[in-house]
């Protein structure tokens, strides 16, 4: 006797991967991801346009200080003479330097804006630069300290960098926080999108009135592992796309970056302006950062992490993706699903929530019970991972995972027989228990 | 008797309710059998029970003689009432999902289709999407999709609602077609003119109880209440005399003189259609002489209505 669930799930494979949306996700993902990586420093490089400010010095300690801005700072007399400026449109503010408190090692300035609020950054720079300067002049006046010495003193730095014990390997803390991060929310990104893609079909074929036909041919347990399992190789071919193009666009960009042009160097050290890798580093050091981003992949056990990533997607999605069918089954258009959304879509939530939690702490109490609970550890245990969990907690977890995707498909499997050919009765939790435990 | 479907007993409940109390249909192979009965009687539960869609609680029910297993989903095809197809797949993939649900192979579900699409006149819908198609042409799809893997048990229910009468009649067509070439089809509609149209069998369940069954012709005669139809060519005097003999329910006079046409029935116990015939010879010459036999429609009515009143 042929499979039917088989025939179910390539029919809900097929009809899914040929939707334009489906091809839509799968090129915009990497390009999202991609461009969410380089964002943040082609944004920096961009930056504000630099604007002119005026600047009122009536100390004359500051003349020097702002020859290096970002933004160009004139010289004008007055502030009168600065606030005719802003007026004409030829600055865009003006920082005043008040004589007042000059003697003191406390400066305070104020920097005029018309139209538009100074940006952080722009304050920033000018407290940094200011600070510098008036650290300066207090040292000249109040100790006989050689400049080129307290220029030394002034630019101390410390580093800490995190190393195992026994292999030696550096540890990317802050590299991991972000990637235990994308994880966790690409499970439950998932697992949502998904599941109501399966909710949304059940619903269908229960309006549509194709169901008594179907279910005249294959059993309702059947129909359900068709959709859920024809769903999770919807989303495993999804990922998978996703990692190759992900991959044959960094290499691209790669390959430009070995080349020395302008723009990839530009790219390079966009990358090693990721946190927990220091400032941007000159072009020439293009390979350094190559070599770096290695040493990171090597730390972060890409192999096995990718391995628990679908261990956890699939034990996630499995544990919800039937839930959302039996909630599909118990209602008869998308408006009533509300109601029983709560108790699929709070524990996903919370699990989203506590992975903040998690990065600050990955061995708390918190992380522990939440990634050990089948309904919130698909998420929390993978941003766990890559700071390393002790293996009887991932054997404990991944058990209870298969154990509570078998339970919830168990529940869920027997609402749905019994919801999908029930029609004009309202679903309730009252209901619902009831069909639980009807006899077949 | 060699029945292809045997039902024993079949006793089904929800809950509280009973959906059917041990309700016993046999249909004979080849034969179209209609099963009747108000909404909520219990039909679509009993056909649901055929389609192991969902199980008794009591009873048992036999397919040639075995009991019903996974392996008669591929020898029974089902029409439901509440039909419907997937809305933005395109007709022939629709088509040939469900051909390969019911066991065919892809190849042998794509030439069957063809053919039928074809002979149907629709063969140029293969590659357009159901939801551009109309009512009457998605039930097209449907009928060819439930005979399609060519099963031995057929089941319709409603099968001619949303149908135009030119299309209803190439149902109707098509049902009488199967059941030649050996097909055993069960029918389930409200439709009585129907019944008597094509089925050779009934039962009639009403209340989750079967309260009638046999074949049309001998329950429409066992509902007779000796009313026949006369044409008579008779005399005024004569007529007022028969009168007196039988009770003449109609008369209606004609357009050639002397001739009547009446309704006459013959009082309770007073013999069967010769004393009739003999009685009418007396007052005039008996020129056409048939049984009015009771409709389905009346059967129906009156059956169900006695169940009510009894109960």
């Not at chain 1, 943040?40 to 004359?60: C, F, I, N, R």
């Not at chain 1, 002034?154 to 026994?166: C, F, P, Y």
């Not at chain 1, 989303?235 to 666009?249: A, C, D, P, R, S």
Request: one cysteine or more.
């Amino acid at each position: 006797m042929k499979n039917n669930t088989w025939v179910v799930l390539q029919r809900e494979y097929t009809t899914r991967v040929k939707k334009k949306g489906f091809f839509i996700m799968t090129i915009l993902g990497p390009i999202l991801l991609v461009a969410l990586m380089f964002a943040p420093a082609l944004l920096m490089q961009m930056g504000d346009e630099s604007k002119t400010y005026a600047l009122v010095d009536e100390t004359d300690l500051y003349t020097e200080a702002f020859a290096g801005a970002e933004d160009t700072f004139e010289i004008v007399a007055d502030t009168a003479a600065a606030k005719a400026g802003m007026r004409e449109g030829k600055y865009a503010g003006a920082l005043w330097i008040p004589v007042a408190g000059a003697d003191s090692n406390r400066q305070r300035m104020v920097l005029f804006y018309q139209e538009t609020d100074p940006s952080m950054s722009t304050i920033d720079e000018i407290e940094s630069l200011a600070e510098n300067e008036l650290r300066m002049a207090l040292m000249k006046r109040e100790s006989d300290l050689d400049p080129a010495l307290f220029e030394y003193i002034n630019n101390a730095k410390v580093d800490v960098i995190s190393q195992d014990m026994v292999t030696g390997e550096r540890s990317y803390t802050e590299i991991k926080s972000i990637v235990a991060y994308v994880f966790g929310f690409l499970i439950y990104g998932f697992v949502f999108i998904y599941g109501s893609q399966i909710m949304s079909g059940v619903i269908e074929e229960k309006s549509n009135r194709i169901i008594e036909v179907m279910i005249s041919s294959v059993k309702p347990f059947q129909l359900l592992m068709g959709k859920v399992l024809g769903l999770a190789f919807v989303g495993l071919t999804q990922l998978l796309l996703w990692g190759v193009l992900t991959l044959v666009l960094t290499m691209v960009i790669g390959m430009l970056g070995g080349g020395g042009s302008m723009e990839a160097a530009q790219m390079a050290a966009a990358q090693s302006s990721m946190p927990g890798m220091g400032a941007a580093m000159p072009m020439t050091e293009v390979q350094a950062t190559m070599v770096e981003i290695q040493a990171i992949i090597e730390s972060l056990h890409i192999k096995s992490l990718l391995l628990f990533f679908l261990a956890y997607f699939l034990g996630g999605y499995l544990l919800y993706a039937s839930l959302f069918a039996a909630i599909g089954a118990a209602v008869e258009d998308q408006e009533d699903t509300n109601q029983f959304m709560w108790p699929v879509t709070i524990p996903l939530i919370l699990g989203i929530l506590v992975v903040a939690t998690v990065l600050k702490s990955p061995d708390g109490p918190l992380a522990f019970w939440t990634s050990i609970i089948p309904f919130t550890s698909p998420i929390v245990m993978m941003a766990r991972i890559p700071f390393g969990v002790p293996v009887w907690e991932l054997v404990l977890s991944l058990g209870l995972l298969v154990l509570g995707f078998i339970g919830s498909t168990w529940v869920a499997a027997r609402i749905y027989r019994v919801g999908i050919l029930m029609y004009g009765k309202k679903g309730s939790y009252k209901e619902l228990w009831k069909w639980i435990r009807y006899k077949e | 008797m060699d029945f292809l479907l045997d039902a024993k007993g079949i006793v089904k409940r929800y809950g509280t309710h009973t959906a059917l109390d041990h309700v016993s249909i046999s249909v004979p192979e080849g034969c179209i059998f209609g099963l009747l009965g108000p909404n909520g009687a219990g039909k679509t539960t009993f056909i649901r029970i055929i389609n192991q869609i969902t199980a008794p609680d009591e009873g048992e029910v036999l397919l040639k003689g075995k009991k019903l297993s996974r392996e008669h989903i591929y020898d029974v095809g089902y029409l439901p009432e509440e039909r419907g197809l997937y809305r933005n797949m395109k007709v022939g993939e629709q088509a040939m999902y469900l051909a390969q649900l019911k066991g065919l192979s892809r190849m042998e579900a794509s030439k069957r289709l063809h053919e039928w699409f074809e002979k149907f006149g629709i063969d140029s819908w293969w590659n357009r999407k159901v939801a551009e198609l109309s009512k009457g042409m998605q039930q097209k799809i449907q009928f060819v999709v439930t005979v399609l893997h060519k099963p031995s048990l057929l089941i319709f229910d409603e099968p001619f609602s949303g149908f135009d009468p030119i299309n209803a009649q190439l149902l109707k067509d098509e049902i009488l077609e199967l059941k030649r070439k050996g097909a055993t089809i069960i029918f389930s509609t409200h439709n009585m003119a129907s019944v008597e149209e094509i089925c050779d069998e009934i039962a009639l369940i009403n209340k989750s109880k079967k309260i009638l069954d046999g074949k049309v012709e001998d329950i429409r005669r066992q509902f007779s209440d000796n009313i026949y139809h006369v044409m008579l060519h008779s005399s005024p005097e004569k007529m007022e005399e028969l009168a007196s003999a039988v009770e003449v329910m109609e008369n209606t006079p004609c357009d050639a003189p002397g001739l009547y046409a009446l309704k006459v029935k013959m009082g309770e116990g007073k013999g069967d259609g010769n004393r009739m015939l003999e009685t009418l010879m007396r007052y005039g010459e008996v020129k056409d002489f048939s049984e009015k036999l009771p409709s389905m429609n009346d059967i129906f009515i009156q059956t169900v209505k006695k169940a009510e009143n009894e109960k």
